[in-house]
């Protein structure tokens, strides 16, 4: 199964990368550099949406659009 999930990067001023989502709560993610950030976000989303098992409260904010990520489970 694919789900998109929008990822909100930011800079933070030590230099590192910090991504977080609207929709996977609790999606906290960093790393050296925007691609490690990116991997290591999907890994996290992949074991929260794995943790959940009930997809019933994963929501889509549909007018908004960060940076999609297509995590396969």
Same mark, same amino acid.
């Given at each position: 199964? *694919? +789900?998109? /999930? $929008? &990822? #909100? /990067? !930011?800079? &933070?001023?030590?230099?590192?990368? &910090?991504? %977080? *989502?609207?929709? @996977?709560?609790?999606l906290v993610a960093?790393?050296? %550099?925007?691609n490690e950030t /990116? !991997?290591?976000? =999907? $890994?996290?989303?992949? =074991? &929260?949406?794995?943790?959940?098992? !009930?997809? *019933? $409260?994963? =929501? /889509? @904010? =549909? #007018?908004?659009?960060? +940076?999609?990520?297509?995590? !396969?489970?």
């Amino acid at each position: 199964m *694919s +789900y998109y /999930i $929008d &990822l #909100n /990067i !930011e800079e &933070l001023p030590e230099g590192f990368f &910090l991504a %977080t *989502s609207e929709q @996977v709560q609790g999606l906290v993610a960093q790393g050296r %550099t925007i691609n490690e950030t /990116i !991997e290591i976000a =999907k $890994d996290v989303a992949r =074991k &929260l949406l794995e943790a959940r098992h !009930e997809m *019933s $409260d994963f =929501k /889509i @904010v =549909k #007018n908004k659009f960060k +940076y999609p990520v297509i995590m !396969e489970m």
